[in-house]
């Protein structure tokens, strides 16, 4: 008997999870997964539980509560001043994952490439994979996680139906700047392709950083659909209340997909996604610079650690390189993980996950450290963090 299909057998599990059990079992602070210790703005849990009292639990429209389109539509336009018709230019996802799997189903056809940026957010792929799409590869490196805008254009083809763009990044904390965006608009125009972004972590921002919407650039509003979620800015990742933004006729595709995958996402937590997109400009200062905090505690404790670190400009996340603390023993991103659990009781993620076979040895000597935590836990950490000189 067949027990799998052929489009999944090649996954494998996933080495979070691993990380996770071992983290649990030793008892370890655990920075490795991207979801906050602490709970969302009072004001949002309450909308939620208003919602839930006041018989809001029946299927919502599929494109999302009216009152969330609107409210995504007012956030597109208070901060990136986007003119988006709520009624057929955004729709409601269950998270950013599925928005973008939504958009890679309901845009492209097999037999396609598009085009990703490595290290990759682990969905992408598998989600191409699924859809019979060939994903083409384009290595960000040095210590800013830059491209080359020679090997981007080459990877652009005929065949190249799309581009994923994450800004900001995970698992680097690189946020594109302005310059690299315009590249990547001036390529997607040339060669005649669509521009899926996942900007989840765009009010996650450090020092200053501007995150710019690539969609907002000079001929891209039309071929770019946008995708972010409540759970990162809101700190309410298990509630899995994304949406995918732009043109009517593309947002229409995504939901000519979506229709199919999940129909209708929580009701009563599109109620309070409402309620969170309209906070006022305080919130999102006040939690730039909470952010700002957790992430020069952690970026000061890895580098006393004596880990090379590469400063973040936004996301949830700090890289490191480790091969300056670790023992001799030690050979590569998952035995790190594996023996900072053990011996230092600190969990984080090896960063080889993000990277295809072929390049797993550029993130060989990496390792990411969420900082997405109470200042309980980051303070926990870098005790933890200091022992580490002995070594
Ligand atoms: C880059 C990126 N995209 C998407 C997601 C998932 O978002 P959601 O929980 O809204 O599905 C994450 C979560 O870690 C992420 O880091």
Not at 15 to 27: M, P, Q, S, W
Not at 84 to 90: A, F, I, Q, R
Not at 292 to 305: G, P, T
Not at 349 to 377: M, N, Q, W
Request: proline fraction near 6%; include cysteine.
């Amino acid at each position: 008997m067949r027990t799998i299909s052929q489009r999944v057998a090649g996954f494998g599990t996933t080495i979070f999870v691993e990380i996770n059990d071992l983290a649990r079992a030793h008892g370890a602070v655990n920075l490795g997964q991207g979801a906050p210790d602490f709970d969302g703005p009072p004001q949002v849990l309450a909308a939620a539980v208003d919602a839930v009292n006041s018989a809001l639990n029946q299927y919502a429209p599929g494109i999302g509560l009216p009152a969330a389109r609107a409210a995504i539509a007012q956030h597109a336009q208070r901060f990136y001043g986007q003119i988006l018709n709520p009624d057929t230019d955004v729709l409601v996802t269950a998270g950013a994952t599925e928005g973008v799997f939504a958009a890679i189903l309901g845009l492209t056809d097999p037999g396609d490439e598009v085009i990703v940026f490595e290290p990759v957010y682990d969905t992408y792929v598998p989600n191409l994979v699924m859809a019979g799409v060939s994903p083409r590869y384009v290595p960000m490196r040095g210590d800013d996680w830059s491209f080359d805008a020679d090997e981007l254009a080459r990877a652009f083809n005929p065949r190249t139906r799309a581009i994923i763009v994450n800004t900001p990044h995970n698992p680097t904390g690189k946020v594109y700047s302005r310059e690299e965006l315009k590249t990547i608009a001036e390529l997607c125009q040339k060669y005649d392709t669509l521009a899926i972004t996942d900007e989840v972590y765009e009010h996650i921002l450090y020092d200053d950083t501007v995150h710019t919407r690539l969609a907002t650039l000079p001929g891209m509003a039309d071929r770019t659909v946008t995708i972010s979620t409540l759970g990162k800015t809101f700190s309410v990742t298990g509630w899995k209340i994304g949406w995918a933004l732009g043109p009517s006729a593309l947002v229409n595709a995504v939901n000519q997909a979506h229709q199919f995958i999940t129909y209708a996402v929580a009701t009563p937590l599109q109620a309070a996604a409402a309620t969170a997109l309209k906070l006022p400009s305080e919130f999102f200062k006040n939690l730039q610079a909470d952010y700002q905090a957790r992430r020069d505690v952690m970026v000061k404790a890895l580098q006393h650690a004596g880990f090379k670190v590469f400063k973040p400009h936004g996301s949830y996340f700090v890289m490191v390189d480790w091969r300056s603390v670790a023992p001799k023993h030690v050979e590569d991103d998952i035995q790190f993980a594996q023996w900072l659990i053990r011996e230092v009781g600190v969990a984080c993620i090896p960063p080889s996950a993000f990277y295809r076979e072929s390049d797993k040895y550029l993130g060989k000597y990496l390792a990411r450290f969420a900082v997405c935590k109470k200042d309980e836990t980051l303070r926990a950490a870098a005790e933890k963090l200091a022992k580490l000189g002995k070594y």
